[in-house]
């Protein structure tokens, strides 16, 4: 195979932005081979823009076109999984979109079909795994740079969305459309990142606010406490209500801290003796110095890297790791199979405060999607999920 030949489900924003970096030569290993969607507008816009690239407006008759032999699924949240089972079905690669699904037990679905289809690729569009930051962040924690990790903790605020950005489509913000807010919609490249990074954690509490800032009935302002089961813990903000914004990720280890600002900048600070050695060894008189500014630099070094975000490389990154894995057999940096742990994590997040206490990790999935009917129901827009 010289080329993926791509179908891309969904021409809104993001399939607009993959058919673009594409059409212009920008992913190496690919074309696009057709583009569907259920909207007339789209196929207007598709056949002006991309005239020479057959269009579907059903997704089945594109997987059975002969015209594409990978898909990109840029589609609502529900429809990630089976898109994704009804493109393996056919050894039909398939790179599902961010998160992975709504629930779960949707997602184990798609994870153990694609198990039964380990010759076919099956990946998720996890850009921010490809960011060179993180990437490095990962590095440093797994080499033991800053020795075991001892607290988390994330502020994620500068997902600000004006009411206009939910009364654009009706599906937006919905239990049954979506199947949340920020946690679903904006939150779950952060969530994925902190599990990659750190680890899953053994339990969680939340507290999450719905409508709390915005007319809608799904979250839109969440504070969780994470357990890690060794004593470690977590806590992770995030809204869309914070004009202003804010972006901080510190992880504290026993032998140092990270701290990343912005997603440009981390500050790595080494202890030269790790924390409890320190503790058990340094007289009153060493740590009254310390307290008194003094002596900083016989406690820790400090090493500042900045980086530059380049608008839609990730994105590139992305598609070019999806196709290398197809045309030359490379791993993949984001595995599907992974994206079931992001949903995990945002699941038992909802889960806590809708029962407004902890849930251990993995936790009863059956009550989980028991409780996400309630609300689909309450809603009255949208089938009730099996």
């Given amino acids: 195979m010289e080329q993926v030949k791509l179908g891309i489900i969904g021409l809104g924003a993001e399939g607009g932005?993959?058919?673009?970096?594409?059409?212009?030569?920008?992913?190496?290993?690919?074309?696009?081979?057709?583009?569907?969607?259920?909207?007339?507008?789209?196929?207007?816009?598709?056949?002006?823009?991309?005239?020479?690239?057959?269009?579907?407006?059903?997704?089945i008759d594109m997987l059975e076109s002969g015209d594409v032999n990978a898909v990109v699924t840029t589609v609502p949240h529900y429809l990630h999984p089976e898109m994704g089972i009804e493109a393996l079905k056919r050894n039909i690669h398939a790179l599902v979109e961010k998160p992975a699904g709504v629930y779960t037990k949707q997602v184990k679905e798609l994870n153990d079909f694609a198990a039964t289809k380990p010759e076919v690729k099956f990946a998720i569009f996890f850009n921010q795994r490809t960011n060179p930051l993180y990437k490095k962040v990962k590095e440093l924690i797994d080499n033991g740079e800053i020795g075991s990790i001892r607290r988390t903790n994330w502020i994620i605020t500068t997902w600000w969305r004006p009411q206009g950005?939910?009364?654009?489509?009706?599906?937006?913000?919905?239990?049954?459309?979506?199947?949340?807010?920020?946690?679903?919609?904006?939150?779950?490249?952060?969530?994925?990142?902190?599990?990659?990074?750190?680890?899953?954690?053994?339990?969680?509490?939340?507290?999450?606010?719905?409508?709390?800032?915005?007319?809608i009935v799904v979250e839109d302002d969440v504070t969780a406490v994470f357990d890690y089961g060794n004593g470690a813990t977590g806590v992770f903000v995030t809204c869309?209500?914070?004009?202003?914004?804010?972006?901080?990720?510190?992880?504290?280890?026993d032998k140092g801290k990270i701290v990343v600002d912005d997603s440009k900048k981390i500050t790595i600070k080494r202890l030269n003796k790790p924390e409890n050695e320190m503790s058990a060894t340094m007289s009153m008189q060493d740590v009254m110095s310390i307290f008194m500014g003094g002596g900083q630099g016989d406690i820790f070094t400090e090493e500042v890297l900045e980086f530059e975000s380049v608008w839609g490389g990730q994105h590139i990154a992305v598609l070019?790791?999806?196709?290398?894995?197809?045309?030359?057999?490379?791993?993949?940096?984001?595995?599907?199979?992974?994206?079931?742990?992001?949903?995990?994590?945002?699941?038992?997040m909802h889960l806590s405060s809708w029962l407004g206490k902890e849930v251990e990790v993995p936790f009863d999935e059956d009550l989980f999607l028991e409780e996400l009917n309630k609300r689909i129901a309450e809603e009255g827009k949208y089938p009730v999920r099996k």
């Fill in 240 to 253: 869309t209500h914070d004009v202003v914004g804010t972006d901080r990720l510190e992880i504290l280890g």
């Fill in 320 to 348: 070019e790791d999806f196709a290398s894995a197809i045309v030359e057999g490379t791993p993949l940096l984001a595995p599907g199979s992974d994206g079931i742990n992001g949903v995990r994590l945002a699941n038992a």
């Fill in 17 to 59: 932005m993959y058919a673009k970096f594409i059409s212009e030569g920008k992913v190496k290993n690919m074309v696009i081979g057709a583009i569907c969607d259920n909207d007339p507008a789209k196929k207007q816009v598709a056949q002006e823009t991309y005239p020479d690239v057959p269009f579907y407006d059903n997704y």
């Fill in 165 to 215: 950005y939910y009364d654009q489509s009706e599906w937006r913000a919905t239990w049954g459309g979506e199947g949340g807010g920020v946690l679903v919609n904006q939150a779950p490249h952060q969530i994925d990142l902190l599990q990659w990074i750190c680890g899953m954690p053994k339990k969680v509490y939340s507290k999450a606010n719905f409508g709390y800032q915005r007319d």
